[in-house]
């Protein structure tokens, strides 16, 4: 006599089917890779760039609302780098006020602290390379010193990924993505 029992059949995946499937995802994910971290090493230069470009517009900006000096510089910490060189702009920069004139950082107070923004790299792949001397921005929004200063960010992972911040001495400021 027959079994009108119901079995029912069984259900999930064999062992080689998941391996079969492991395995297309690790070569999707090989293929994927490079790609993926060329777009971050991109966005990355990107980043650094528009935020040297906003650093440089707010530096201005302070100096015309506090009708005094305002400094941006390489650094990193709490003061400007003493001897800067092009590629010190990779460690960080600052932006801060210099009342008395002496182109360094004034010292700050827990009322007027300084520096007024302090910038760190995002990544160690990203190289800025700056002037080798502060920016220094005067009260009518002018840049002392350095006739039109500029700013090159870019990455080894990304060669076609460059851009330039350049300052015109009227303090005007541009951010370009370069076509290498």
Not at 53 to 63: C, Q
């Amino acid at each position: 006599m027959k079994s009108n029992h119901y079995k029912p059949e069984a259900s999930g995946f064999t062992l080689l089917e998941l391996i079969a499937v492991v395995a297309i995802l690790a070569v999707l994910a090989a293929v994927a890779m490079p790609g993926m971290t060329r777009l971050l090493t991109s966005q990355s230069t990107e980043s650094m760039a528009r935020r040297a470009g906003d650093d440089a517009l707010f530096a201005r900006s302070e100096a015309i609302k506090r009708n005094m000096p305002v400094i941006l510089c390489a650094g990193s910490g709490l003061s400007c780098a003493t001897s800067p060189t092009a590629t010190s702009w990779s460690s960080g920069w600052l932006v801060c006020y210099d009342q008395n004139v002496d182109g360094i950082c004034d010292t700050g107070s827990s009322a007027a602290p300084n520096p007024l923004r302090a910038q760190v790299p995002s990544s160690q792949d990203v190289v800025m390379k700056g002037p080798a001397a502060r920016l220094q921005f005067n009260a009518d929004g002018t840049i002392t010193g350095a006739s039109a200063p500029a700013f090159e960010v870019s990455a080894a992972a990304a060669p076609k990924s460059r851009w330039a911040v350049r300052l015109a001495s009227s303090g005007a400021i541009s951010i370009r993505r370069e076509v290498l």
